[in-house]
């Protein structure tokens, strides 16, 4: 029924596709740009698990609708490879969530009914239109009995091939080769009369039939010439946790003592912008963060031993510790992530897709910039996705810390002070998504 409407739903998930929440990221997995989808996914590089629930794609083709959603992340700051090991696993979690507005120009409910109404009228004028044709052929030709049983031949034998050739138009070019063949005038007569009877009919049904088409044909331009535009806008805000063992300092009494289990609780929130118009994404976030300065602490590895001697026999304990020094303090500041993306379509289907997004993420107004400097990273990540969901990977090149900031606080021997170009990095994403999750939204 609904065949252009569909079409035109269909081409806004082709072209613009859905990617898995938080997919385009820079190198610390951050990013401004909500991404549609539930699922479940593992950061090799970034040791670090996510669930992801939102009802994004529901928003899509709506003029306006109430946008929410949740993601939880698992991490182990030291790496993947001591995730295993409770001697140097360092936990972190978070919760974050969204609730906002989103508009677009997608199909509006009066449109759509519009439409369909026009569409219900043009099929019912189309099977409306063919039994007029056939109770016609059936009352005058095929039922009707004529005292004159001259024609009854020619009744019966027009009978015959309407109901063989069962189309009126086809029926109408057989009694017109039947007029210029015919040589009786009684029959003659009678065939020209039904023709010009169901020609006048023809030509009712193609005038008609034009007007609706020229309907339905404007409405679907009109939708199929939309650029689809979308404009989120959302408050943010989260929860967030981690622990690890700090070394405060060589205790002389007991070494053990040397190591504090630190325990961080912090959150965040904010506000943030999503703009689609076509292949194009812009996301601005700024937030209000509560956290600490773990990022410029320096780990290190410790062995400790203590040894039990009993009659003349020794038992040596060896604990594997990995603890972070130096100045450490919760820290509040501000951030700015801003997203651009670009969505290039590698196939004619299209199926597979190469996503571009250049980026900028900015700590603001430290309150404590001698532990948590003010400081930019700006970078550009390249993701390959297929519209199946599945996706492929990606490299991305990020200079962090563009003006030194991080360097700068640094006892001057120990500045390392270099040029932006000479401190880029880059990174592969090996995201693997696990799986989607129930829709429940």
């Known amino acids: 029924m609904k065949i252009k409407i569909a079409y035109l739903l269909v081409s806004i998930f082709l072209c613009y596709p859905l990617y898995s929440q938080n997919l385009t990221e820079s190198a610390k997995g951050e990013s401004s740009l909500l991404m549609r989808g539930n699922n479940a996914s593992l950061n090799l590089g970034e040791a670090e698990l996510s669930f992801g629930l939102n009802n994004l794609k529901k928003s899509l083709g709506t003029a306006s609708y109430l946008i929410f959603g949740v993601n939880a992340v698992a991490k182990n700051e030291s790496g993947i490879g001591n995730i295993f090991d409770r001697g140097y696993l360092v936990p972190e979690g978070k919760f974050n969530g969204f609730l906002g507005l989103s508009w677009s120009n997608g199909i509006p409910e009066a449109f759509e009914e519009e439409y369909s109404g026009e569409i219900e009228k043009y099929q019912k004028f ?9 109770e016609y052929v059936t009352r005058y030709i095929c039922e009707n009995s004529d005292e004159d049983s001259s024609l009854s031949n020619i009744r019966k034998e027009l009978c015959d091939e309407y109901k063989e050739l069962n189309s009126p138009q086809m029926f109408l070019n057989t009694l017109r080769s ?5 040589k009786d005038a009684k029959r003659k ?20 039939k034009d007007y609706y088409d020229t309907i339905v044909e404007n409405m679907e331009n009109t939708l199929q010439e939309k650029v689809y535009w979308q404009l989120m806008v959302f408050g943010l805000g989260g929860i967030n946790a981690s622990e690890f063992k700090r070394f405060v300092g060589y205790d002389s009494t007991n070494l053990k003592d040397s190591f504090e289990d630190e325990s961080f609780r912090g959150g965040r929130g904010g506000i943030g912008i999503n703009f689609q118009y076509g292949s194009f994404n812009l996301g601005i976030t700024y937030s209000y963060l509560e956290t600490n300065n773990f990022v410029i602490l320096s780990k290190k590895d410790y062995t400790w031993r203590s040894s039990t001697s009993l009659n003349n026999q ?15 303090d919760n820290v509040k500041i501000n951030e700015l992530n ?23 993420r900015s700590q603001l107004f430290s309150r404590r910039s001698d532990l948590l400097p003010n400081s930019t990273n700006v970078g550009c990540g390249f993701y390959f996705y297929q519209q199946s969901g599945v996706f492929l990977g990606g490299v991305y090149a990020e200079v962090f810390d563009v003006k030194n900031s991080y360097e700068k606080i640094k006892p001057a021997e120990e500045q390392n002070l270099r040029e932006p170009i000479n401190r880029l990095t880059f990174g592969i994403v090996t995201k693997i998504t696990i799986g989607s999750l129930l829709n429940v939204f």
């Open 126 to 134: 189309i099977s409306d239109s063919r039994r007029s044709f056939d």
């Open 178 to 182: 039947k007029l210029k063949q015919e």
């Open 189 to 208: 007569n009678f065939i020209l009369g039904l023709y010009d009877e169901l020609s006048d009919k023809i030509d009712d049904f193609k005038e008609t």
């Open 314 to 328: 020794t038992v040596i304990e060896e604990k594997k510790i990995a603890a972070y020094s130096g100045a450490y």
């Open 338 to 360: 801003i997203d651009l993306l670009y969505n290039v379509k590698l196939d004619k289907e299209p199926k597979n897709h190469l996503l571009i997004n250049p980026y900028l």
